[in-house]
Antibody, heavy 120, light 106 residues
Framework: QLQLQESGPGLVKPSETLSLTCTVSGGSISSTSYYWGWIRQPPGKGLEWIASISYGGSTYYNSSLRSRVTISVDTSKNQFSLKLRSVTAADTAVYFC????????????WGQGTLVTVSS | YELTQTPSVSVSPGQTASITCSGD??????ASWYQQKPGQSPVVVIYQDTKRPSGIPERFSGTNSGNTATLTISGTQAMDEADYYCQAWDSSTLVVFGGGTKLTVL
């Protein structure tokens, strides 16, 4: 059974960089059938896609966040990562990592999510 | 690109719930639907417009045509009470989520 697990600091100061890693277990991240993505959800609000990456390193970004986001993949560790720069309180959210079908775009496996709070 | 969902829908147990998602030429994109219960991660209930993942009850069905995708829950049960999100995808739009619909079963 594929599992995804987010990890990283739960508290980030304003103007600093939010860094999260997603570790994939029970399957390989190296598949042409899937991308690997990050989605966030501010408290009490809806889902917002942030970015996705293929195992080969092709990247896809939400245009509204593109200038502040970097997504990367480490196939040797079966992990992919997110960096969000210059954070503000508006970036406070539960951050989910998920597997995405490269053919039809849906997310079929999700991590449990990790709450990241931006506060001094 | 934006997807619009009605914020809330109410349905009586055993009745049919319809949740809609509107976007420009949405029928030309792939639509999927997610169910999210409080404190949990989203679960895909419909993908590729009409397909159900294994383990999702047959009472969940989907359509996508023109500017509207629809999630239909037939014989709604109390356990179906949740937030539902639509999502569109194509090679140019990439990924967009709708604002979500809170389904109340009462």
């Amino acid at each position: 059974q594929l599992q995804l697990q987010e990890s990283g600091p739960g508290l980030v100061k304003p103007s600093e960089t939010l860094s999260l890693t997603c570790t994939v277990s029970g399957g390989s991240i190296s598949s042409t059938s899937y991308y690997w993505g990050w989605i966030r959800q501010p408290p009490g609000k809806g889902l917002e896609w942030i970015a996705s990456i293929s195992y080969g390193g092709s990247t896809y970004y939400n245009s509204s966040l593109r200038s502040r986001v970097t997504i990367s993949v480490d196939t040797s560790k079966n992990q992919f990562s997110l960096k969000l720069r210059s954070v503000t309180a508006a970036d406070t959210a539960v951050y989910f990592c998920a597997r995405q079908s490269s053919s039809y775009g849906f997310f079929d496996y999700w991590g449990q999510g990790t709450l990241v709070t931006v506060s001094s | 690109y934006e997807l619009t969902q009605t914020p809330s829908v109410s349905v009586s147990p055993g009745q049919t719930a319809s949740i809609t998602c509107s976007g420009d030429k949405l029928g030309n994109k792939y639509a999927s639907w997610y169910q999210q219960k409080p404190g949990q991660s989203p679960v895909v209930v419909i993908y590729q417009d009409t397909k159900r993942p294994s383990g999702i009850p047959e009472r969940f069905s989907g359509t996508n045509s023109g500017n509207t995708a629809t999630l239909t829950i037939s014989g709604t049960q109390a356990m179906d009470e949740a937030d539902y999100y639509c999502q569109a995808w194509d090679s140019s739009t990439l990924v967009v989520f709708g604002g979500g619909t809170k389904l109340t079963v009462l």
